[in-house]
């Protein structure tokens, strides 16, 4: 049953085009996710549909609509960002019209809800288009695609991770083209030198000719120097002619490690030992014992208000006494108001840095800053661009440690996959506070987990921490193993006096294999 079709739909401002798409429909059941990069019209597009921009969309309906704007709500100080979401959705799904329209519906929402709404999707009979970018939503809640780029729609049919792989086959098949360009481009280049070089000799007399018998000879040569001109200004014109193309982005081209840290000798950088994390005078979580491994990814999870940022600030404020002397940290919030304005954006990253400048630039790039934007000023830039920025300074520091507050706020997929790449990437210890649950898996080395007032650990990927385990009951059960561990590493680190290194050290390599064992 069809519920939406619109043709020739057709918007510009000033000489740029916004949307040029032929047609779109939706039907009964659609489940559909809209992604595209920032600023490519996704939201456009909703408003168009609806007929809130300028001019008579071709726009037919046969059914109501339901419409999460984004950032809808928020006049009402009284509620959070995340509250007011809730109660806008909560609002939408009562209505229970056969097509919703949900413009990042996951904004300022903790992983408890995110999952709720999911399961709401799931259960809703009507259809949907979400506008998003959290993949492990897009993932389980919808099958199908929609991908705006430069004003024009491709539909992908399946979910996130089929869309993820099939923009991976058109990569490898960007490859094949770009190799096939370059291979043509050297031949038609080639064969006009020749042409060139040929056209050049037939201008001189063979060595073993006389200038008379030359002279003769002369009328017979322009002819053919004639053809073999022609034959080079075709060759010309083909290369001329020779469709470009770009090669596509190769990950493995960039090396962040040179220079980049001091090494560390400990292996451990800080220890949180009987600390409790409040906010004024409410007590929010207890710490009993947790420690910041040198090189690790540890991402910090916990539904909101459960005081992961006030741990960082925490953490910030007693660094002198949690962290070993001369561990440099570097930090990053949602406060991009107070980068300079006038400096330009290379200038600005690259400013005590000490990677290459050809490194710097690749980060650069994959953070979508091309060529021409390496001389813009600061001011013109959007928030997003200056989130992705500050990113880009961070991460080209000399620095032990990063700490990274919600760094995939505001940041499309294609940048967060890149912040992702970078993360892995970098060669010193990175904590973050993250609600995109993809960026925690496909980065997090250790989870530091807030619920019940407490702040547990766990050594895994978020995909492990979540699979079920059976309890095990014998001594050496994982979590007594891993309680061991981090006993052993904080008293290798600081010894005691009396204390045998070398014999702690065995302990270590002895509790470390039969972890490894258990699980």
């Known amino acids: 049953m069809l519920l939406m079709k619109a043709i020739n739909i057709d918007y510009s401002i000033a000489d740029r085009t916004l949307l040029k798409i032929p047609e779109l429909s939706i039907h009964k059941g659609d489940r559909i996710g809209l992604v595209g990069k920032n600023g490519q019209g996704k939201t456009l597009l909703l408003h168009y549909l609806l007929g809130e921009l300028e001019g008579s969309p071709q726009v037919d309906w046969w059914t109501q609509v339901s419409w999460l704007k984004q950032l809808e709500g928020r006049k009402d100080k009284g509620k959070s960002g995340g509250e007011q979401t809730l109660e806008r959705l909560d609002q939408i799904f009562k209505e229970n019209h056969p097509l919703l329209f949900l413009d990042e519906p996951t904004n300022n929402l903790d992983w408890n809800h995110i999952e709720q709404l999911e399961h709401q999707l799931s259960t809703h009979e009507g259809a949907y288009v979400v506008v998003s970018h959290d993949r492990m939503l897009l993932d389980h809640v919808c099958d199908q695609i929609w991908e705006l780029d430069q004003g024009k729609l491709t539909v992908y049919n399946g979910d996130y991770s089929f869309y993820e792989h099939a923009k991976e086959q058109e990569k490898r098949q960007q490859q094949k083209k770009y190799e096939q360009y370059i291979q043509e481009k050297k031949r038609l280049e080639e064969r006009a030198r020749q042409k060139n070089d040929q056209s050049k000799k037939m201008r001189k007399p063979p ?22 001109e022609r034959v080079s200004k075709t060759l010309e014109q083909r290369l001329q002619r020779l469709e470009k193309v770009e090669k596509p982005f190769e990950w493995h081209q960039v090396n962040m490690g040179d220079g980049q840290t001091e090494e560390v000798h400990s292996k451990v950088l800080a220890i949180l030992k009987d600390e409790i994390v409040q906010a004024g005078h409410k007590r929010l979580f207890q710490i009993d014992h947790a420690t910041i491994e040198t090189s690790k990814k540890i991402a910090l999870i916990g539904a909101n208000g459960s005081g992961k940022t006030t741990l ?4 910030l404020n007693k660094k002198d006494s949690l962290f ?11 406060n991009v108001e107070s980068l300079p304005e006038e400096e330009g954006v290379y200038h600005f990253v690259s400013k005590d840095s000490p990677l290459q400048e050809s490194t710097i630039r690749m980060i650069l790039a994959r953070l979508s800053f091309n060529e021409e934007d390496m001389n813009k000023r600061i001011a013109v830039l959007s928030g997003g661009e ?3 920025l500050a990113l880009a300074r961070l991460l080209t520091r000399k620095a032990h440690m990063l700490i990274l507050d919600e760094p995939t706020n505001h940041l499309d997929i294609e940048a967060a996959k890149a912040l992702e790449e970078l993360v892995r990437a970098y060669p010193g210890t990175i904590l973050f506070v993250s609600h995109d ?20 650990h766990f050594s895994g990927t978020l995909k492990e921490w979540q699979e079920p385990k059976p309890r095990q009951t014998d001594e050496y059960d994982q979590l007594t193993l891993q309680n061991r561990l981090t006993e052993l590493i904080s008293r290798i ?3 005691s006096p009396g204390e045998d290194k070398e014999e702690l050290e065995r302990q270590y390599q002895v509790t470390l294999q039969q972890l490894k064992e258990s699980k």
Do not use: C, P
Not at 207 to 228: D, H, I, P
């Open 324 to 334: 070993k002397k001369g561990i440099e940290i570097g930090y990053f919030n949602q």
């Open 207 to 228: 060595k073993r000719m006389g200038n008379s018998e030359w002279q003769l000879g002369k009328n017979k040569a322009a002819t053919k120097q004639g053809k073999v």
């Open 386 to 388: 200056r989130v992705k």
């Open 493 to 495: 680190s600081v010894l």
């Open 437 to 456: 649950r993809t960026f925690v898996d496909r980065t997090a080395d250790h989870l530091w987990v807030v619920e019940n007032q407490e702040l547990t």
């Open 312 to 315: 960082v600030h925490h953490m």
